[in-house]
């Protein structure tokens, strides 16, 4: 056995000891399609994982010179999946404000713009990728902003590292400062260089990103529209339905408009692979169509009781059966740790009468982000043949969480006590691609 530790070349195998979580790619049930090996090995080569099962079963079928990381007593779980998420807002994170609008005004706005200045934007996404590791995040979907430079500084420091990340350049040609500003033409010219560049660059993936219907005119969203239909296995992202102001600002850009989220559809911006952040206030219609279009709702817990947006309505979205990710929406979030965000999501769902349970918001993060995104099988598990992005978290990382799991009688007990009292502590060790990219300062 060797301590845990990194160094190995890409092509090497390696073996994991530890408890092993993940999820089965199962519709339905998801709470039940938990895959929970006590002792276990996970078997790595040249970044994907080659075998996966109990310890005793699998030692024997490793050649004698192959590693095995010793980790016993922690849990190795595949890497999260944040659905939502601003680099440009890493530094404004926490910044005070009495709504949403006037925290784009004073804060969001006067922080983009320096983005247009590489080596900054470089200075920033190296710091935001470090966050993201340090809690444990291996694959995000990230705003830029309405620079390129911002883009290919964010791109160019992800491909350096082999993570699994999507990104794009904000579009914004209207209600916004006029140095974040712009064009329809410039918008869509500028977003199709990148996404030919960057999408299928390494692991590196393009979301076009109108930043918000209000701030982009209808000729942009029909750019971006025509770019969705020519390029249909990349992404989109943007935010709808946030704020009860923002709803109604909205509806009177767009007065042909059924609802918000009609906006979008009106331009065919609503298909698979489509992100929509927040999705807080939806009616029945709205919900409807976001199943029918196969979008996803990324649900963004800290960031909407921060800024007061409002609750999500996990009962809405459960009976319409459309997809749902966790999202950590920093700046308006106030954490990188996707343990926050499972621990405010729940509380969200009891206000609302719903209660989610800890292997639910463990596979709402890793496998069913994972199944929403069209990633099944290469991210978000544990599987044979997945890319191996994995954390090895900690569940005695601090005396609290450490007294707590000690009696834990279930594996549902287990998972709650992480994430309610877990963070960017319980977290030992990150891996992407088989390569150990963070561990925790002892």
């Keep these: 056995m060797t301590t845990p530790g990194h160094g190995h070349t890409a092509d090497s195998v390696r073996a994991y000891r530890a408890h092993l979580l993940y999820f089965r790619d199962d519709r339905q049930a998801e709470d039940e399609a938990v895959e929970w090996v006590e002792d276990g090995l996970l078997v790595v080569r040249g970044g994907h994982i080659e075998q996966v099962g109990d310890y005793a079963r699998l030692v024997a079928t490793l050649a004698p010179t192959v590693p095995i990381v010793d980790w016993r007593g922690k849990l190795i779980v595949p890497g999260f999946i944040d659905a939502h998420i601003h680099y440009p807002q890493t530094d404004i994170i926490a910044s005070p404000a009495p709504g949403l609008l006037p925290w784009l005004e004073k804060y969001t706005f006067p922080t983009e713009r320096r983005f247009e200045n590489p080596e900054y934007a470089a200075e920033v996404a190296h710091f935001f990728l470090d966050e993201l590791l340090r809690c444990g995040t291996t694959t995000a979907l990230v705003y830029c902003t309405v620079h390129p430079e911002s883009v290919e500084a964010f791109f160019a420091q992800s491909h350096a590292r082999n993570l699994r990340m999507i990104a794009g350049k904000v579009m914004m040609d209207r209600n916004c400062p006029a140095f974040l500003r712009d064009t329809a033409e410039s918008g869509a010219r500028e977003s199709e260089a990148l996404l030919q560049r960057w999408h299928g660059t390494g692991r590196q993936m393009y979301a076009l990103t109108p930043r918000f219907a209000p701030t982009s005119t209808p000729e942009q969203l029909g750019r971006c ?209 088989g390569q150990q990219v963070h561990t925790r300062a002892r």
């Design 225 to 433: 529209g025509e770019l969705a239909r020519q390029y249909q296995d990349v992404f989109i992202q943007s935010h709808v339905a946030e704020n009860e102001d923002e709803v109604k600002w909205a509806a009177a850009l767009f007065p042909d408009a059924r609802s918000y989220l009609d906006i979008y559809d009106q331009y065919g911006l609503l298909r698979p692979r489509a992100v929509y952040g927040h999705c807080v206030w939806l009616d029945d219609t709205d919900w409807q169509r976001m199943h029918d279009t196969g979008a996803v709702a990324a649900h963004c817990p800290t960031s909407n009781l921060f800024l007061g947006s409002g609750l999500f309505d996990f009962a809405a979205a459960e009976k319409s059966d459309t997809a749902v990710a966790l999202a950590t929406d920093v700046g308006g979030g106030s954490s990188f740790s996707m343990f926050h965000t499972m621990n405010e999501a729940h509380k969200v769902a009891r206000l609302s009468g719903y209660y989610l349970t800890a292997r639910r918001m463990f596979w709402l993060a890793t496998q069913g982000a994972a199944r929403d995104l069209n990633l099944s099988g290469q991210i978000g598990t544990l599987a044979i043949g997945a890319e191996a992005d994995f954390v090895v978290l900690d569940p005695s990382a601090t005396p609290l969480l450490a007294r707590r799991t000690s009696h834990s009688e279930s594996l549902e007990e287990l998972l709650f006590a992480l994430a309610m009292l877990g963070d960017d502590r319980a977290v030992a060790a990150t891996y992407a691609a």
